[in-house]
């Protein structure tokens, strides 16, 4: 009889990603959380995190640019809003992973959990084989 897999944790930890000069005012970053790899942008001052995989195809968003208010893939131009991961605008229909952030003494902290790490994208997934 086999063993019921155990879930990985929802409990959110901030992890240090980045001093806070290197995520500058209308630039997007790729930075890791562990096997995690994040988009980390700023926006009017504020920094966020996401996801850096884009929902259409895959495509890196931390390739992309800053416009109004989201984060432009710079494969076939879809738009996520930062703050919710919402698409805005096509092709793009499903959100993209959004985390919280710190910004605490020019440092930046991304929360993550267990869960996020398992979900967190396809290029950085491992299989386990034991
Ligand atoms: S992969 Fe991002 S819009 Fe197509």
Do not use: W
């Amino acid at each position: 009889m086999s063993q019921p897999e155990e879930q990985p944790s929802e409990e959110v930890v901030f992890h240090r990603v980045a001093r806070a000069g290197q995520v500058p005012e209308g630039y997007i970053r790729r930075f890791y959380v562990g096997d995690l790899e994040c988009a980390v942008a700023r926006l009017r001052g504020q920094v966020f995190a996401t996801s850096n995989y884009c929902t259409h195809l895959d495509c890196l968003l931390s390739s992309g640019k800053i416009i109004d208010d989201g984060i432009r893939c710079s494969c076939h131009g879809s738009v996520f809003d930062l703050e919710t991961g919402d698409p805005i605008y096509p092709p793009a229909t499903e959100p993209i992973a959004v985390y919280p952030v710190r910004e605490e003494d020019g440092e930046v902290y991304v929360g993550v959990s267990e869960a996020d790490v398992v979900s967190g994208g396809p290029r950085r997934r491992r299989l386990r084989r034991d």
